[in-house]
């Protein structure tokens, strides 16, 4: 793809990127939504474990006759290990504001948790409401922990109960979840990206198939849009073909002036050659000739006018090997006497988008100059360029042409020798008609040492 075509407004490219948009933020929203819910719920659980802890504490704490705090006998092995990652602590609160350790597990060896600063405030405005926090532990490992208060049968000072646990298995478990979340809706949007491709191409098929059916009429494969279309696109196409059929009345139009005007000319033209002819005398000669430069004026400029008027036309293609055949066949036949081959060659499927007419005084122009100026060989090839072009080639045997002959045989009404019989107007006429249908005509040396008359024309389909 061109870069010109990539900054080119493009309605695919716009629906895509539109559709894509909306698709991949409301993944991206969605994949952080169900993250934090996750994390949360992990959180949460984690915490139900620490509150269940705080309640066996506090359940199973007692005072003994000194009023000193006892701790329960709890069986998880966890809080007996040093440094386990799980541990609890019972403390009470000091004038100051601080909290004084009274009893703690094994696992903190000699270590203690770390509490906030105002904790004690803050447990004491609510002290049935339990207060978590994040903290570092004697490894200095991430603890998740939690604090409440609550008072003991048998001792008047409240106590703080706090128990915390090494929430890394709780990060891992989210981190992987994050990871192994991010992998499914990266996947999630690629499918959806190839989805949001594969529905605009589909749903914009009918479209397509519309560029097609016009480029199938432009080429000349069609007369009109034919094809069944939704709703949306039903009256456009009945407008293209409504537009057609005006465009071909114009053209038909065109060419009934040009007819029109071709006879009015004429036959002034005629009456006059024939006077002329009938009186002697030098301004019978001075009329003939210019009577006769007329007429080849008017020949040439109306010519030109109907090669433009059929261009605009649809639909119209002739058959390059249906041409070639007839003409050779024709100017074998006008040339027997001087024994002249044409070896001409075409595919069958190859066809020129114009009329037959304007092939035939194309090709014939070309191919009677050669049989004009051979030795005894013709050679004709037509070839496609693409899909929208194709390129007829002429040579011939004889003398050829030098550069500056070439350039100058184009010219109207040259004529290199005189002694020949014509008009002159020849590859002049070929340029002109040739450039009219957007064509390109070239001359060179031909491979059998002649004159090489190459010509680019317009293809239509098949």
Not at 23 to 50: E, K, M, N, P
Not at 63 to 75: H, R, S, W
Not at 117 to 142: C, I, N
Not at 407 to 431: C, H, K, V, Y
Request: charged share 25%; net charge neutral.
């Amino acid at each position: 793809m061109k870069l010109e075509d990539l900054r080119r407004p493009s309605l695919v490219r716009r629906l895509v990127i539109l559709a894509a948009g909306w698709s991949l933020a409301v993944l991206l929203v969605s994949a952080i939504v169900f993250a934090l819910l996750f994390q949360q719920a992990a959180l949460r659980r984690f915490d139900q474990g620490l509150s269940e802890l705080i309640d066996n504490l506090v359940a199973g704490a007692t005072v003994n006759e000194k009023g000193q705090v006892l701790a329960p006998a709890l069986t998880d092995l966890r809080a007996l290990r040093a440094y386990s990652g799980k541990y609890w602590q019972l403390a009470e609160p000091t004038a100051d504001g601080r909290i004084h350790i009274l009893v703690r597990s094994r696992s903190l060896w000699d270590s203690e948790l770390k509490t906030p600063v105002g904790v004690a405030a803050q447990l004491a405005a609510d002290p049935g409401k339990p207060v978590s926090y994040e903290t570092k532990g004697p490894l200095d490992e991430p603890l998740r922990a939690m604090i409440s208060q609550a008072k003991l049968p048998g001792r008047e000072a409240p106590v703080i109960f706090m128990a915390a646990e090494d929430r890394s298995p709780v990060d891992r478990d989210i981190r992987s979840f994050i990871a192994a979340t991010a992998v499914v809706f990266l996947l999630l949007g690629v499918g959806l990206m190839a989805a949001v491709v594969i529905q605009v191409r589909v749903g914009l098929n009918p479209l397509f198939a519309l560029r097609r059916e016009i480029a199938r009429v432009r080429r000349g494969s069609a007369e009109r849009v034919v094809g069944a279309y939704p709703s949306e696109l039903t009256p456009l196409a009945d407008e293209l073909n409504a537009l057609m059929a005006h465009n071909q009345e114009v053209v038909e139009r065109q060419r009934t002036h040009v007819g029109n005007l071709a006879h009015a000319l004429k036959t002034p033209l005629s009456v006059m050659l024939t006077e002329a002819g009938q009186q002697g005398g030098p301004l019978s000669d001075v009329v003939t000739r210019q009577a006769e430069a007329m007429r080849m004026q008017v020949d040439h400029h109306l010519r030109r006018a109907r090669a433009a008027a059929r261009t605009q036309g649809s639909g119209e293609r002739t058959s390059v090997a249906e041409v070639l055949d007839e003409l050779s066949r024709t100017l074998e036949r006008i040339f027997q006497d001087k024994g002249v081959s044409i070896d001409w060659d075409a595919a069958d499927d190859l066809y020129f988008q114009g009329e037959r007419q304007d092939l035939l005084e194309l090709a014939g122009n070309a191919m009677e100059n050669g049989c004009k100026w051979c030795r005894g060989r013709v050679r004709v090839r037509a070839d496609e360029l693409g899909a929208e072009r194709l390129r007829l080639v002429i040579e011939d045997d004889g003398p050829g042409l030098t550069p500056e002959g070439r350039e100058a045989a184009l010219r109207r009404g040259a004529r290199l020798d005189e002694s020949a019989p014509g008009s002159g107007l020849g590859l002049n006429i070929i340029d002109e008609l040739a450039r009219a249908y957007g064509g390109v005509l070239k001359l060179g040396e031909s491979r059998m040492g002649g004159l090489s008359v190459d010509l680019e024309l317009p293809r239509a389909g098949t």
